[in-house]
Structure formats: C-alpha cells, structure tokens
C-alpha cells in the first residue's frame, strides 16, 4: 500500500509543493500586513483551511484517476489498498499543514503578544485539532464512497447520484 502511496504523491508532487510554497508565502505576506492581532490570526486559520480542502480536491481526483485507470486495473492491488492509499495521502498532506501551522503559530507567539488568546487555549487548540483531522478523514471517505457510487452507475445522471449520495452521507440520512 505504501508504494501506491508512493506513486500518488510522486505523480502530484510538484502540486503539492506549489500548495505548500503558496501558503508559506500567504502567511509571510499576512505578517507584514497592518492588521490586528485577531484579524491576523483569523485570516491565517482560513489560508490553512483553503488548502486543506485544495489537498482534499487533489486527493479525491487522485483516487477518480485510480478507479478510471486501465493500468491501475491490470496491477495486482487490493481493493483495500486502492481505498487507503488516497486516504494515507491526504492524511499525511494534512499532517503537513498542521505541522507548517504549528511552527507559523511558534513563531507567531515569539513576535507578537500572546494576549487576545483565551486562558484554555492549548488544551481547546489540541482538542479542535485532533476533530478537524478526524473530520478530514471522514470528509474523504465520504467523498471516495460518493466517488465509487457514482463511478459504479452505467447510465445518464451519475454525477446527480454522486452529489446525491455525498449529501446523504453528509447529512446522516442513510
């Protein structure tokens, strides 16, 4: 499973990089803006947030490309590993953000006063962390059951049922 892994960052690596650069040099450029220290720290949280999800588009065309792949079919892969290896993928992609949010967050708290943040700031941080990344993960999985459902109609109307099926799953009404 890892080397297909493997194979998907390495066909996207260079996307991944341009997010990555893209939103160091948002973050670089939000702090030289004449912004408050709230604003700032709002602005920065909706940069990590965009491309999160601009990770989560990338990693859901990544798992529609291996469906669709005739090659993909041909190599003696598991269904399961099919299915983890986009998901192991946008895990590690967001373990990236985090880990760029973690370190512009240090060095956030070094340069500027610290006093707009709340006293049960790092215990709620870890808290709301660790509930983004696992929604990350189930956005996904909705988002690669959707895909396969859509994916598995043979008549007009299956990007209809794909949304269908992802507002469903969203909405918990199966």
Do not use: C
Request: aromatic share 16%.
């Amino acid at each position: 499973m890892l080397k297909l892994v493997k194979y998907d960052f390495r066909r996207d690596r260079d996307k991944f990089l341009a997010v990555f650069v893209i939103i160091i040099l948002a973050q670089i450029g939000l702090g030289f803006t004449k912004l408050h220290d709230y604003e700032r720290f709002t602005l920065n949280g909706i940069a990590y947030v965009i491309a999160g999800l601009i990770f989560l588009v990338m990693a859901a065309k990544t798992f529609f490309n291996n469906i669709n792949s005739y090659n993909r079919r041909l190599v003696p892969v598991r269904t399961l590993n099919t299915v983890l290896s986009p998901l192991v993928l946008y895990l590690a992609l967001m373990l990236g953000i985090i880990l760029i949010a973690l370190i512009h967050f240090g060095v956030y708290l070094s340069m500027y006063p610290s006093s707009f943040l709340p006293e049960n700031f790092w215990k709620v941080g870890l808290l709301v962390l660790l509930q983004a990344y696992w929604f990350a993960g189930y956005i996904m999985l909705t988002l690669m059951v959707s895909i396969t459902v859509a994916r598995s109609v043979k008549f007009k109307g299956r990007v209809w049922i794909g949304l269908a099926t992802a507002y469903l799953l969203q909405n918990g009404i199966f």
